[in-house]
């Protein structure tokens, strides 16, 4: 069996993945090493704490902020910048891992700035409707989750409007997020479950619609779909 000597040894990613990873990657270690005590001295320990309190959404401060038509208008930024910190390594990694695979999919399909709409959109969606829409919510907000399935939701758009790749059955490509909500259920149940699904969920929609204008030919596939209706 020929090899190709001069292949990489990874897959290359297109760069607007390495753009949205690189951020979280470099948050995660900064705070991980001052947890480790690597950097920071003494205080460093609760750099993931004060990350949170910089970066997280707080659906208070949401509420505030509607009532207040917008102020603090700094604080909107929380509305993109939670995904940058994640509760644990752990949480982080998973996240990572799925941005890197699913982003190297979409983005090898879609333009980069489709993949930036598609993940703005997830990430705004999945916090607005997480600080709003669940009344008395306080938890905050963190994590690249709710970008991600705005990922998946354009992995599922891309095989829900190419047949081929789900065997012809185009509805087969809703399976993976189907398999997701059926796992964190099942992990609801006996874990216990909190309201961050609802964010990941509003990703995903987000993900998939953003997609019929974000993506190549999008528009017109979207005309379509609407003749046909």
Same mark, same amino acid.
């Not at 753009?19 to 460093?44: H, K, R």
């Not at 993940?119 to 938890?139: D, E, F, H, M, S």
């Given at each position: 069996?020929?090899?190709?000597?001069?292949?990489?040894?990874?897959?290359? $990613?297109?760069?607007?993945?390495?753009? $949205?990873?690189?951020? !979280?990657?470099?948050?995660?270690?900064?705070?991980?090493?001052?947890?480790?005590?690597?950097?920071?001295?003494?205080? /460093?320990?609760?750099?993931?704490? *004060?990350?949170?309190?910089?970066?997280?959404?707080?659906?208070?401060? @949401?509420?505030?902020?509607?009532?207040? /038509?917008?102020?603090?208008?700094?604080? !909107?930024?929380? $509305?993109?910048?939670?995904?940058?910190?994640?509760?644990?390594?752990?949480?982080?990694?998973?996240? @990572?891992?799925?941005?890197?695979? !699913?982003?190297?999919?979409?983005?090898?399909? &879609?333009?980069?700035?489709?993949?930036?709409?598609?993940?703005?959109?997830?990430?705004?969606?999945?916090?607005?409707?997480?600080?709003?829409?669940?009344?008395? *919510?306080?938890?905050?907000?963190?994590?690249?989750?709710?970008?991600?399935y705005g990922l998946i939701g354009a992995f599922t758009y891309l095989m829900w409007?190419?047949?081929?790749?789900?065997?012809?059955?185009?509805?087969?490509?809703?399976?993976?997020?189907?398999?997701?909500?059926? $796992?964190?259920?099942?992990?609801?149940?006996?874990?216990?479950?909190?309201?961050?699904?609802?964010?990941?969920?509003?990703? &995903?929609?987000?993900?998939?619609?953003?997609?019929?204008?974000?993506?190549? /030919?999008?528009?017109?596939? !979207?005309?379509?779909?609407?003749?046909?209706?």
């Amino acid at each position: 069996m020929d090899h190709d000597r001069n292949a990489p040894p990874l897959n290359p $990613l297109p760069v607007i993945v390495w753009v $949205l990873a690189l951020p !979280l990657i470099a948050v995660e270690l900064l705070v991980s090493l001052a947890e480790a005590g690597l950097v920071g001295g003494a205080s /460093g320990i609760g750099w993931r704490l *004060q990350a949170v309190e910089r970066f997280a959404m707080f659906p208070s401060v @949401l509420r505030q902020q509607v009532e207040a /038509g917008g102020h603090p208008y700094v604080d !909107l930024l929380r $509305l993109v910048s939670y995904p940058l910190v994640h509760g644990s390594v752990t949480h982080a990694v998973f996240a @990572l891992v799925i941005l890197l695979a !699913l982003g190297k999919m979409v983005g090898e399909n &879609f333009r980069w700035w489709g993949v930036v709409v598609v993940v703005l959109a997830a990430t705004v969606a999945g916090a607005l409707v997480y600080g709003l829409a669940i009344p008395a *919510q306080r938890v905050p907000l963190i994590g690249a989750y709710p970008p991600v399935y705005g990922l998946i939701g354009a992995f599922t758009y891309l095989m829900w409007t190419n047949p081929g790749l789900v065997g012809g059955n185009k509805y087969r490509a809703f399976s993976m997020i189907g398999v997701l909500l059926t $796992l964190q259920l099942v992990f609801g149940v006996v874990f216990g479950a909190d309201w961050t699904w609802v964010a990941e969920v509003t990703g &995903f929609l987000a993900g998939f619609l953003t997609s019929f204008i974000a993506s190549p /030919g999008g528009f017109r596939q !979207l005309l379509a779909l609407i003749r046909q209706r």
